[in-house]
């Protein structure tokens, strides 16, 4: 029946004349009710060939499709028109054009997978998201196992060297410049420690003396017949909580300056020698390491961990080099601040306490002034009252 409608629509529907005209033929009713029925039920493939030489052409182009499975053609009704036929819709003019559909895909997926750009950005961008991940993973992978040979290897060779079985490389000068730092930063953390002590006393007793000249001279006011003696020591109480300030204002300096010397330029210094004794376990770890390869068999597996140990050991002895120069270097200028900025604040210290309590005001002044001490003016440590809002 497929054979006889193919036919018949091959020789009778689209025969056109000399001029084009198709006007003046005959229309057939039986071809169209022919063609509605294959559009519901479709053609039976395996009684069915393609004529790839065209409408008539000889019988040597026939194509046999008995091995193609599915229908030729998806029928939707939305396309159909009972007397045109099938109007070509999406699906058709894809099919038209040699494109491949799947037979479970429907016109509405047809139409998705065919907008330009969609399901191909989607792809790419999950393949590339895929392939980031995965490439982050291999890196933290690999950072977590060389992490992990390495506190293997250091570890080890603490242990050994705590229980002497194994060597250490000593730098004889440098690991005493490095001892002597560590004593000086812990007796000048005792200086600060008393500096701020005397500092936090002094200012008590400048406060007490502030209060008692405030109550001496309400007194003078109140009291005419011991007028003149409250008046004296309230005077004297004011100028030496001026003179007081004025220490204050030198012993917070010295402390300010030592609290940065110890704190900040020795810190400093000390935690670059904690990188360089990292440095240094590590170099002797992978040095015994590659002295117990070197010692061992000599085949073909050996030697390629023999060339591995030698490269990492020359990496690590390179690292600890740069470092000790690192060290070497940062305590020669720290030896030269520490004993530029020690002179210039132990000389404040010595003249602003012995002006002070010496009664001699102009010297204290003069000392300020040569130093470069600036007073705070007095309640600049308070928040204002917009701040206490």
């Known amino acids: 029946m497929a054979d006889s409608i193919m036919s018949k629509a091959a020789t009778m529907e689209i025969p056109i004349n000399s001029n084009g005209d198709t006007g003046s033929l005959p229309e057939d009713d039986s071809l169209e009710q022919d063609l509605q029925q294959v559009m519901v039920s479709g053609p039976n493939l395996n009684e069915t060939s393609i004529v790839s030489g065209g409408y008539g052409g000889p019988a040597g182009g026939i194509i046999p499709t008995s091995s193609i499975k599915g229908p030729a053609v998806h029928y939707n009704p939305e396309y159909f028109d009972r007397r045109r036929g099938p ?16 037979n479970s895909q429907s016109a509405g997926q047809i139409a998705h997978h065919t907008e330009p750009h969609s399901g191909t950005a989607i792809f790419i961008s999950s393949h590339i998201l895929e392939e980031l991940t995965r490439g982050v993973a291999v890196e933290k992978l690999d950072s977590v196992k060389k992490w992990g040979i390495n506190t293997y290897k ?39 420690r008393l500096a701020t002590a005397l500092t936090t006393h002094f200012q008590s007793m400048v406060e007490t003396q502030q209060a008692l000249g405030d109550t001496f001279t309400d007194l003078s006011q109140k009291s005419p017949e011991l007028q003149d003696e409250f008046g004296y020591n309230a005077e004297t109480q004011k100028l030496l909580c001026k003179n007081g300030e004025s220490l204050l204002g030198a012993i917070s300096f010295f402390v300010s300056s030592v609290d940065t010397l110890v704190n900040k330029t020795m810190e400093d210094t000390l935690l670059t020698i ?23 068999p000599r085949d073909a597996a050996s030697m390629v961990r ?33 004993v ?15 002006a002070y309590f010496a009664g001699n005001q102009q010297q ?26």
């Not at 000392?367 to 007073?375: A, R």
């Open 87 to 102: 109007v070509p819709g999406p699906d058709i003019r894809m099919k038209s054009r040699g494109a491949s559909i799947p």
């Open 154 to 192: 250091c570890t080890k060779q603490m242990f050994s060297e705590r229980f002497g079985r194994g060597s250490r490389t000593v730098d004889l000068e440098l690991e005493a410049q490095i001892d002597l730092l560590r004593d000086t930063k812990l007796k000048y953390e005792n200086i600060l």
């Open 274 to 296: 904690k990188q360089y004794e990292n440095a240094r376990l590590e170099f002797d770890a992978y040095r015994s390491d590659l002295e117990e390869l070197s010692m061992g």
């Open 306 to 338: 023999i060339e591995v140990a030698q490269q990492e050991y020359q990496f690590y002895r390179d690292k600890y080099e740069r470092l000790r120069s690192d060290v070497t270097i940062k305590l020669k200028f720290l030896e030269e601040n520490k």
């Open 340 to 354: 530029k900025v020690m002179h210039k604040q132990l000389l404040l210290f010595h003249n602003a306490i012995s």
């Open 364 to 389: 204290l002044e003069q000392t300020l002034i040569q130093f470069n001490v600036k007073l705070k003016p007095p309640g600049s440590d308070k928040p204002s009252w917009l701040e206490e809002q």
